[in-house]
C-alpha cells in the first residue's frame, strides 16, 4: 500500500506565503516525477508545477517566479513554497507521484487527497 499526504494548507492573505508538503509512505521502491496540481472553485484541475527524480523542473505560467517546487528524496517528500500569493491561487491543492512499489515491475500513479488553500483578506 502506498500513500501520499499533503500538509500545509490553509488561510493567506494576498501577498502571503505557504508552503505544502506531501509525503509519500508504504512499499516504496522508487519515485519518479512528482507533481502538484490544484483545482480552484468551478474550475478543472490544473498541472502546477512538476519535479523529475533528478531535479528538473516544470511550472504552468500562471505560478512562474512565485512557486518553486523541490523534493528530498530520503525523505520521499515534494515541497511546494507558494509565494506572492494571490486570490486566484485559491484552490484544492494535491499531490501526484509516478511511483514503482516494492516488488513491482512497473511505475504506477497516486495521488492525495488534497490539501486546501485560501487566499482572501
Known amino acids: 500500500q502506498v500513500q501520499l499526504v499533503e500538509s500545509g494548507g490553509g488561510l493567506q492573505q494576498p501577498g502571503g506565503s505557504l508552503r505544502l508538503s506531501c509525503a509519500a509512505s508504504?512499499?516504496?521502491?522508487?519515485?519518479?516525477?512528482m507533481n502538484w496540481y490544484r483545482r480552484a472553485p468551478g474550475k478543472e484541475r490544473e498541472l502546477v508545477a512538476s519535479?523529475?527524480?533528478?531535479?528538473?523542473?516544470m511550472y504552468a505560467d500562471s505560478v512562474k517566479g512565485r512557486f518553486t517546487i523541490s523534493r528530498d528524496n530520503a525523505k520521499n517528500t515534494v515541497y511546494l513554497q507558494m509565494n506572492s500569493l494571490k486570490p486566484e491561487d485559491t484552490a484544492v491543492y494535491y499531490c501526484?507521484?509516478?511511483?514503482?512499489?516494492?516488488?513491482?515491475?512497473?511505475?504506477?500513479?497516486?495521488w492525495g487527497q488534497g490539501t486546501r488553500v485560501t487566499v482572501s483578506s
Open positions: 519535479i523529475a527524480s533528478g531535479g528538473s523542473t
Open positions: 501526484n507521484a509516478d511511483i514503482r512499489r516494492g516488488g513491482g515491475a512497473a511505475y504506477m500513479n497516486y
Open positions: 508504504g512499499n516504496i521502491f522508487s519515485i519518479n516525477t
